[in-house]
C-alpha cells in the first residue's frame, strides 16, 4: 500500500514550512506535486489537478463515493481497496496516491498497481494521455489477453424471484451474466454480489445483515455453478433480461469487476445489498446512468430491474422456469393414473414395463415419462434418493421414453411465460379510505415500503406470498377530532406453498408488530404482538388456495392484566380470483387465551380487491371480531395507490 509522506519528508523535500505544512494538511489532505517526483511524473500528477479529476463523477464511480452526511465517503469497506491512507473519503488524495503507485509498479507485472487497479488506470491513461514507457508502468497484459481470449459479446440482468423460505432471498435477488459469442447463457459467466457467511438460522442472518454485521463480495463464477449454489433454485423461476451495452461498454465493466476481486464491504440487506453494488458495474460500463444517485435507504431487487428498464438498458427478457413450475406443468397436462405412475417410477424401482397393465395411449406414455424423469431430478438434487439409484432408475425412464418416439404436439410441453416481475405493482404502497368500527365513522391513512400483500394482484410476484416491511396505518375519528395510531406491521409474512401428490411443503406465517385489541370496557388497546404459525395449503381450479394453520399469539402491553396474554388456536381461509382483476379471501380464525387472562376469541373476514391497473386498487373489507362478551363490527374501503 502507498499512502503520503509524512511531515518531515514534506518539509525537506518540497521547501514548505511547518505552518504550511498543516494548512495543507487540513485543506488539502493529499501531498502536492514535489521537487523530488520525478519531471514526468510531476507534469502527469499537475495535470490531473488542473483538470480536477478527483471531482469528475466516473472517479467516484470507480472509487464508489458517495455523498453522506459527513461528506464524501466510498461505500467500499476494504482498506486494500485505497492506495491513500484517507482514500475512503478523499478522493483527490486517492488520485494522486493513485498516479504515483502506478509510476513506482516495479518489473512485477501481476503485482504491479496498474494491473491490480487496471480501470483506473485505463481511464487515467486516457485523460492524462501520458506515456507508459517513460513512467516505467508495467501494464496489465496478461488480463488483457485473457479479454481478448474470452470475447465477451452481452451482459444480462438475471432475477431469481423471491423465496419466502430463505431469509437472503425473501425479496428475490439479482445478478449480472458475462456471455460470450461462442458459448451458450449456461456457460456464461456470472457476477454477483452477496454475504459470506456460515449462518443457518434465518431469523439471526435477517436481523445481523440489517445492521451491516456481514462481509459482502463480489464472485464470478461460472452461470451453470451459481445456479447451483441456490438450494432452493428448484422453487424459483429466473428472469434473464439482455442489456443493449456495447463492447466497449462491456470491457469497462470487466475492468472494474477485476479491482473488485476479493474485495469487502459491509453488506446491509435493504441499503448496500445485491442489487445497488451491481448499480456501480452497470455505471462503469456506462458513465451517463443516473443509478446510484437515486437511492436513499430502501433498495429492493424488483425496484432496481425497474430503475435499470426506466434508463433504457433492458432489451428483452425471457424466462426460464424452475423445476418444480415444469413438474407442475406436466402433472397439469397428465392423467391421475399417469402422475400416479410417474410418482411409481420416480420413487420405486419397478420390474418390467411400467404401462404393462395400463391402457395408456403413446402420448400419455409420453407425458408420464417426461414426468417421471423431471420428478426424478428433483428427489436426486434435494437428496432423497442416492445417486447410484437415480442413475439406475434414470436410465430406465429413459429406455422407456426412447421407444415412445417424438410427440406429435409439442405444445404440451410448452410452458406460457407468466406476467413479468417488472410489469407488477410497484412495491411502495400508499392507501387512503374510510369506514365504520363499531358504527363510528373513521378515515384511514396507511404507508406501506414493501412490498407484497395476499390481496394484491399476483402478476409478477409469487402466487400465496405475502411479504410485508413496515406498514403503518394512522385513523383519525372526526368525533374525537383525533389522529392515532392504528397498527405498525414490522413484519406480515404469509407463505401458502399448496401440496399436491409432488411436493408436500409446510405453509408457514409470522407477524409482529403494534395493533389494537378490546379489553373489558370494549375499548381498544395498543399491543406489542407476536403471532407466528404452521399448517397446510392446497389449490383447487374451482374453489382456489384453501389453507389451515395452527396458531400461537403473544400480545404486550402495560394495559392488559400481567401486562401480558398468550393463546392457541387455529385459522382457516380460502383465496380466490373470480376474474383476473378481481381476488377474493375468506378467513375465519378461533384463539383461545390462559395464563394471567382467560378468554377466546373469534374472527371472521372477508377482504375482497379489484385491480383497476398495476399502479392502483380498491380494496374493501369486512370483519366481524367478538372478544368475550364484546361484539366488533369493521367496514373498510381502501383506495391503494403503488409506487
Known sequence: MYTQPGRRYKRQACGISFLLLVILYFSLSVSPVCAQDPPYLQEVLASALSQQLHQDPYWHILLHYQHGLSGIVSLIDDPAFFLAEDGKTNPKAELLATIRAFFNSGNDEENS?????????????????????????????SFMDLLDKLAPKSVTLVFPMAHLNSPASMFGHTLL??????????????????????????PLFAVKSLFGLYPGYFAVLPYYTKLQQYSDVDHRDIWEYSLNLTDKEIRRMLLH??????????????SENCSYLLFFLLEAARPSLNLTDQFHAWMIPLDSIRMIEYQGLITGASH??????????????TPEEGRTTAIAMARTDIPGDPFADKAFSETEKMKTCELAGEYLQYLYTKDKISEKTYQKRFLKILQQRSTLGRPQEETLYRISAPAQPIEGHGSNRFAIGAGFNRGEFFEEFRLRPAYHHLMD??????????????????????????????????????????????????????????TRRSKDDDHDRLVYQINPGGGMAFKNNIAGILYMMMETDLALSGALEGKYTAGIGGSAGIIKSPASFWKLHVSAKKMYYGFEEH??????????????????????DVSRHKTRDFNRTQVKILWNMFF
Open 113 to 141: 498497481s496498474a494491473c491490480r487497479f487496471v480501470a483506473r488506470y485505463e481511464w487515467l491513461k486516457g485523460k492524462l494521455n501520458f506515456d507508459p514507457a517513460r513512467l516505467g508502468i508495467q501494464e496489465c497484459r
Open 177 to 202: 451474466i458475462i456471455e460470450t459469442a461462442d458459448k451458450s447463457t449456461l456457460l456464461a459467466y456470472s457476477v454477483s454480489y452477496s454475504a459470506v457467511t456460515q449462518e443457518t438460522m434465518g
Open 457 to 514: 394482484s399476483d402478476d409478477g410476484y409469487v402466487e400465496g406470498a405475502q411479504l410485508i416491511f413496515c406498514d403503518i396505518a394512522l385513523r383519525h375519528y372526526p368525533r374525537d377530532n383525533k389522529l392515532s395510531l392504528e397498527s405498525l406491521d414490522l413484519i406480515d409474512i404469509f407463505s401458502l406453498c399448496p401440496r399436491d401428490s409432488f411436493f408436500h411443503p409446510i405453509s408457514w406465517k409470522v407477524k409482529t408488530g403494534l
Open 257 to 270: 469487476i477485476r479491482e473488485l476481486d476479493s474485495i469487502a464491504s459491509e453488506y446491509y440487506f435493504f
Open 599 to 620: 378468554f377466546s376469541t373469534f374472527e371472521a373476514t372477508m377482504q375482497q380487491t379489484i385491480a383497476i391497473d398495476s399502479s392502483q386498487s380498491i380494496s374493501f
Open 320 to 333: 426460464r422456469p424452475s423445476r418444480t413450475t415444469k413438474i407442475r406443468h406436466l402433472a397439469s397436462r
